[in-house]
């Protein structure tokens, strides 16, 4: 029993004595164990938090700077096309290199690399923006492919590339005053690139909604087709008359739409260098001439509508006209009383200013200021040049601008108030995008009554059959016109030897659809023995031009009996 008995109760003290040694242990020197603990990993992630604060110090500025630079390359534009569909520009993905400097590993073997692959650029520039330890700078915007490959193929760490959008004009020069010019970070500088932006695309990006978004396309007014003529015939011009340039507009009469509008010499958008040239600017908008005979056209309708002078009144042109010691001639002059119609195809600078004198000279500056020829002209482009008025409109300055000497003005200005005496009468301004018929209504201005606006078609259309306009005429399309030759003026005097020549234009005489203006400036004569004259030059490009478009804009020819071309009468 004894034996039975023992080991169940040695069993019990082994039990019992862990118990009792754990219980012996003091109860502070657990609770150090535990502050110790605590203490170790608060240390631990004292050193964590701190590193990623110091880390975070390091990358807050290249942060910022990758953003800018996402922002700045993923702003998208819309498509502007023509009125047919036609793409005018587009975007295309092109990479842009950077550099991440702190990342630059040897400073000497990327210079040296990049410079090898491209070497327009500047060595002295990429060292210095290597070793300025900035978290982001550009290197090198819109690469193009080939480049792009290369650099990477050296494998340089802190070397990248972003995909950024570039700006495409398909057409190149074709229309590259109207659609204008961006900037490298697709900002519109220029044309209706600019236009876009100031209208809507600006604020768009600033909310971020611009980015990386298809945009409904921007339609514009314009022909493709009809600008690819004008330009081509005013290219053809310049080289057969060796002219210095030249502009020309083709614009909807009905509507005031901008179907063409070209002027040159002119520049590529896609080398938006170009554009910084100082002959480059946009004549037909943007500078402002004395347009010489073409204002007779106005001067008359003046001087009919104001009821003073009939188309069948007389003028005595037999001599000289005095005015405030300025003698006012005729160029091949017929020195004889000529009619209202003679006047005009004869363009006869002495008969003009008399029907100017008959209405008054108050009148004249206020019908000039209601063809809005006295202020700058509003249109979707910037580039819109301000009139230059005479110091004095006095008596010799109203009949200098009677026949187009004294005031200056765009040869938009021309074509838009023009296409006011033949449409019957109403002024419409100008516009670079598509217009309704609710539209048209609601901005035109009724500047002289319909019948005078018969008179000026059968007036225009008589100096093409009859008068100088004659090289313009187009079987079947009843052109109509009124040319224009004028002085330049150099140090304050006109110089004889060098004009600005223009012929304004419409058709078809009997309904007027479109406006057709043509400048050149300086022509030569084609060949010895000949002149210079608007009748010579700008007249036979502009039925050019009519040749050329009037199919694509749906304007079909029209003959009589025998095939002649339909006239219309007075």
């Known amino acids: 029993m004894t034996l039975a008995t023992e080991p169940a109760s040695f069993l019990q003290v082994r039990r019992t004595q862990p118990r009792a040694a754990r219980s012996s242990v003091s109860s502070s020197a657990v609770k150090s164990r535990v502050y110790l603990a605590m203490l170790a990993f608060a240390c631990v992630y004292a050193a964590i938090g701190g590193r990623l604060i110091y880390l975070a110090q390091m990358d807050e500025a290249p942060s910022r700077a990758w953003i800018s630079a996402q922002d700045s390359v993923a702003a998208s534009r819309p498509d502007l096309i023509d009125r047919n569909g036609e793409i005018l520009a587009t975007d295309i993905k092109t990479a842009s290199l950077y550099a991440e400097p702190r990342r630059i590993l040897d400073v000497d073997e990327a210079v040296e690399g990049l410079t090898r692959v491209l070497p327009d650029l500047d060595e002295a520039l990429v060292r210095r923006r290597l070793e300025s330890g900035a978290g982001f700078v550009w290197l090198k915007r819109e690469m193009t492919p080939d480049k792009a490959e290369q650099v990477h193929d050296l494998g340089l760490p802190g070397i990248g590339f972003l995909s950024e959008n570039q700006r495409f004009y398909p057409g190149g020069p074709t229309a590259g005053h109207i659609v204008g010019a961006v900037n490298v970070d697709n900002q519109g500088l220029s044309g209706i690139e600019k236009y876009v932006d100031d209208q809507w695309l600006r604020d768009l990006q600033s909310i971020g909604f611009a980015s990386g978004r298809t945009m409904e396309p921007v339609r514009l007014s314009v022909d493709l087709r009809v600008q690819h003529v004008v330009r081509d015939e005013l290219v053809k011009a310049m080289e057969r008359y060796r002219a210095i340039a030249a502009a020309g507009i083709v614009l909807d009469a009905k509507t005031g739409e901008v179907v063409a509008m070209s002027s040159l010499p002119d520049y590529d958008p896609n080398d938006r260098s170009e554009a910084l040239e100082k002959d480059r600017l946009n004549r037909a908008t943007g500078g402002v001439f004395e347009m010489g005979s073409v204002f007779k056209a106005f001067t008359t309708a003046m001087a009919l509508d104001s009821g003073a002078v009939t188309i069948n009144d007389s003028f005595d042109a037999t001599r000289p006209l005095r005015a405030a010691g300025r003698t006012i001639t005729d160029f091949h002059g017929k020195n004889r009383i000529l009619s209202v119609p ?173 406006v057709v203006l043509v400048v050149l400036d300086e022509p030569k004569s084609e060949r010895e023995g000949i002149g210079a004259t608007a009748g010579l030059n700008t007249a036979p490009t502009t039925g050019a031009i009519i040749r050329r478009a009037a199919p694509m804009l749906g304007v079909m020819p029209r003959f009589g009996k025998g095939d002649e071309p339909i006239e219309i009468s007075y």
């Open 342 to 514: 003679e006047i005009f195809i004869y363009s006869s600078n002495i008969g003009t200013a008399k029907m100017m004198l008959a209405t008054g000279v108050a009148r004249q500056k206020e019908f000039m200021e209601r063809l809005h020829l006295t202020k700058r002209l509003q249109t979707e482009l910037p580039e819109n040049a301000a009139p230059l008025l005479p110091p004095k409109w006095n008596e010799l300055a109203a009949m200098t601008i009677s026949f187009g000497h004294g005031l200056s003005v765009t040869p938009m200005q021309t074509a838009v108030a023009a296409a006011a005496m033949v449409n019957g009468g109403s002024l419409l301004p100008p516009t670079f995008v598509p217009r309704t018929q609710e539209e048209v209504k609601a901005l035109k201005k009724q500047v002289i009554s319909p019948e005078v606006s018969r008179m000026m078609r059968y007036l225009f259309r008589l100096n093409v059959l009859s008068g100088s306009g004659r090289r313009a005429d187009v079987p079947g399309y009843t052109v109509g016109g009124k040319t224009g030759t004028a002085e330049k003026i150099e140090n304050g005097v006109y110089v004889s030897n060098k004009r600005r020549n223009s012929f304004l234009s419409a058709f078809p005489m009997d309904d007027p659809r479109y």
